[in-house]
């Protein structure tokens, strides 16, 4: 069965920089699950950069809310995580000048201290995984240490993907690669409303190329696009809801 699982760290980044109360990533908890989420994933770091102890302690409390807590193999955290006992666990490597985490565990070198942790978690009857390169070989290191289900760090996937786009593309700069993905994404919807309202399929594979150099001529700002991207959303969910011919205009 597919789930999803929805980080909020970054909400709690947000509230930091803001040195106040919001946005709260208690309610964000809350507020995803309401939206159909089935789990929330919150990463307490070992400088708390984001997730605090206590957002941690109370995310963790909450009533119908599955909790996935990363952590690393700092003996504190670890610690500190089998006292707020989450739903689940994914043990990740951490860099201190990290902006994400950026590979997956080194399981070959901390095999034995990570089969001590892992002991630990599943005493406590918590659902652990670990988080790792993908490799044939860490899978296998991963079943050796009975985890439960790993995470495959994509990273270098997502940078092949980004860097084979920016060669096809060829933009100036990093604001003129995500005006281009804003106005595909423009260009896809509207194609996708004539396509639902029986409007020509060749139609509209011919004109989504004129609506992306469209846009891209008109050089608009990065959040116009996204503006424009969320009206052509709506004018889609109404033209199904309405399924007439004419809606799209």
């Known amino acids: 069965m597919k789930r999803l699982g929805v980080n909020i760290d970054h909400v709690a980044t947000l509230r930091n920089a803001r040195g106040e109360k919001h946005p709260d990533p208690i309610s964000a908890a809350l507020h995803v699950v309401k939206c159909g989420a089935d789990s929330v994933t919150i990463h307490l770091r070992e400088d708390r950069r984001h997730i605090n102890d206590k957002d941690a302690k109370m995310i963790c409390n909450l009533k119908n809310v599955l909790v996935n807590l990363e ?6 955290i670890i610690s500190n995580a089998l006292r707020i006992k989450p739903n689940y666990i994914c043990i990740v490597p951490e860099n201190r000048k990290e902006i994400t985490t950026e590979g997956g565990l080194n399981l070959k070198k901390n095999f034995n201290k990570l089969k001590k942790i892992i002991f630990k978690f ?27 289900c790993v995470e495959i760090h994509t990273g270098n996937l997502s940078n092949k993907v980004k860097a084979d786009f920016f060669q096809e593309v060829q933009p100036k700069d990093e604001t003129e690669f995500f005006l281009y993905g804003g106005a595909v ?65």
């Not at 952590?71 to 504190?76: E, R």
């Not at 599943?122 to 240490?145: G, Y």
């Not at 060749?202 to 009206?231: C, G, Q, R, S």
């Open 71 to 76: 952590v690393s193999m700092n003996a504190s």
């Open 185 to 249: 994404g423009v260009a896809n919807t509207l194609c996708q409303i004539f396509v639902d309202n029986k409007i020509s399929l060749n139609y509209a594979k011919k004109t989504k190329k004129d609506y992306v150099n469209f846009f891209m001529k008109k050089e608009l700002e990065l959040y116009e696009l996204v503006l424009l991207l969320k009206f052509t959303r709506v004018c889609h969910l109404l033209c199904q809801r309405k399924g007439t011919g004419s809606c799209w205009q």
């Open 122 to 148: 599943k005493k406590a009857q918590i659902r652990t995984s670990l988080f790792i390169n993908p490799s044939v070989n860490d899978v296998k290191l991963s079943r050796l240490l009975e985890v439960d």
